[in-house]
């Protein structure tokens, strides 16, 4: 048997590993949210099913998460996906698929903190000019001038 037959032969029994590796994911995948699917709403499903396809082409291993937690290009989403794939691990480790609780050794991904523009004078003024009623201009002065949040003075109101 030549070398280039036994390359060819090792890659094709790689390949087929790697792709009983995968379809073995998936049918975790899917008998995972199956079982929770009674509590999810239609969004949620599809959230999980999105985020976790992905995944099942990576092995079952620390590696193989933190690998597909790399490869997301998405901000702040790679918090959510690992959201995603502790629900998904810790499954598995509950119906003992797993040895050890895979997701307590990947880290959590860090989350960008957004920061919003400031409102200067001038937009102030603009802002000001555009408003309907009295009420308006004095609600945005307010919010302007004491740096309050938008969402703090909406509680303070609910609670008057």
Not at 19 to 39: D, K, N, T, V
Not at 102 to 107: F, G, H, L, M, S
Not at 151 to 160: I, P
């Amino acid at each position: 048997m030549s070398l280039s037959l036994i390359i060819r032969l090792i890659s094709q029994y790689a390949l087929y590993i790697y792709i009983a590796c995968a379809l073995g994911m998936l049918l975790y995948l899917r008998a995972a949210l199956a079982a929770r699917q009674e509590g999810f709403s239609k969004n949620t499903f599809q959230f999980y099913y999105y985020t976790l396809n992905p995944f099942t082409g990576y092995p079952l291993s620390i590696d193989g998460a933190n690998s597909y937690l790399k490869s997301l290009k998405c901000g702040n989403g790679e918090a959510r996906a690992h959201q995603a794939l502790k629900t998904l691990l810790l499954w598995l480790y509950h119906q003992g698929c797993t040895q050890d609780k895979i997701i307590d050794k990947v880290p959590v991904p860090r989350t960008q903190k957004r920061i919003l523009p400031v409102v200067s004078e001038q937009h102030l003024e603009v802002l000001s000019k555009h408003c309907q009623c009295e009420r308006d201009k004095v609600l945005i002065n307010f919010l302007w001038h004491s740096g309050v949040r938008l969402s703090e003075a909406a509680k303070k109101s609910r609670s008057l």
